[in-house]
């Protein structure tokens, strides 16, 4: 078969499997499958695929298919200007999160040489790109999970950040004793009764324990009044509608200027506040 014979098709199965952009996703896999860009596909017209790639591409079609994230399936994700390692351990880095690292990067821009504490590191995606994008910030990085910290170190290696980003395996703040600027995290935030509502590629693949609310987002709340300066900030993700909530918490946590940022869709989705100076 041709190449744009196979995109067809695989556009078809995807699409009677319900995935939501049948096509965007063919054509991500059939270039992966090629080893080459989804431009290079299309500058390469109606050409024949080698037999090994047309195999490779009907199985990650097939995978795809059974409603396994894309990411999973190519085993990379972008992340404002990183590319991620990523697989069933950790979250898919999602554009929500992005705005996590742009309101983080406002907070810091008037420090020179900030030191964050990110709670909950999965991929590395929030303490990788902060140390990216602030080229003097020092990042400490937490997870209780320890597949998740083996992707966060692939990830720091391939963004030869690991000078400025240190990987600490442990619960919330647990062994920490320093003080720092700011303290970022993308809670669990999904109850788990609506766990199920969600699509299935986050309900069957994503890790639960990186999903499912279990009292962190009020445990890093209140922890980590004690683990920033004066005048630090915290920054919390949380979850579609919980953000006035959210933001009332730190309020009666006695946090000062607490604001509420919106993602990208216009959903108010980031709180932080500020201790007192």
């Known amino acids: ?10 556009a078809e199965e995807l699409a009677a499997a319900g995935c939501p952009s049948p096509r965007v996703d063919a054509e991500w896999l059939l270039a992966h499958a090629a080893g080459i860009t989804r431009t290079a596909l299309y500058a390469n017209g109606n050409g024949l695929l080698s037999a090994e790639d047309e195999v490779r591409f009907r199985e990650l079609v097939a995978r795809r298919a059974r409603r396994e994230p894309l990411a999973y399936v190519l085993g990379e994700w972008g992340f ?49 790109a902060i140390a990216d994008e602030h080229p003097r910030a020092r990042v400490v990085a937490t ?35 320093s ?11 999904v109850q788990s009764d609506e766990l199920d509502l969600l699509e299935p590629e986050v309900a069957r693949y994503e890790p639960r324990e990186a999903l499912v609310a279990s009292g962190a987002t009020e445990a890093i709340a209140q922890g980590a009044r004690s683990r920033l300066r004066p005048g630090g900030s915290l920054v919390l993700e949380t979850g579609d509608g919980k953000a006035r909530e959210i933001a009332a918490l730190l309020k009666d946590l006695r946090y000062e200027d607490v604001a509420i940022s919106e993602d990208l869709a216009g959903g108010e989705r980031i709180v932080d506040g500020r201790t007192p100076g």
């Open 1 to 10: 078969m041709t190449s744009r014979e196979l995109l067809s098709s695989a």
């Open 143 to 177: 997870d209780s999970s320890r597949g998740a910290l083996e992707v966060a170190e692939v990830n720091r290696a391939r963004t030869d950040l690991a000078d400025r980003v240190e990987l600490v395996e442990g619960e919330l703040f647990a062994g920490l004793e």
């Open 80 to 128: 404002r200007r990183l590319m991620l390692r990523v697989d069933p351990r950790v979250l898919v880095p999602r554009p929500e999160t992005e705005m996590v690292v742009e309101r983080c990067l406002t907070l810091l821009a008037d420090v020179a040489e900030p030191r964050v504490l990110d709670i909950g590191v999965g991929s590395g995606a929030i303490a990788l």
């Open 179 to 189: 003080l720092f600027d700011l303290v970022v995290s993308n809670p669990p935030y």
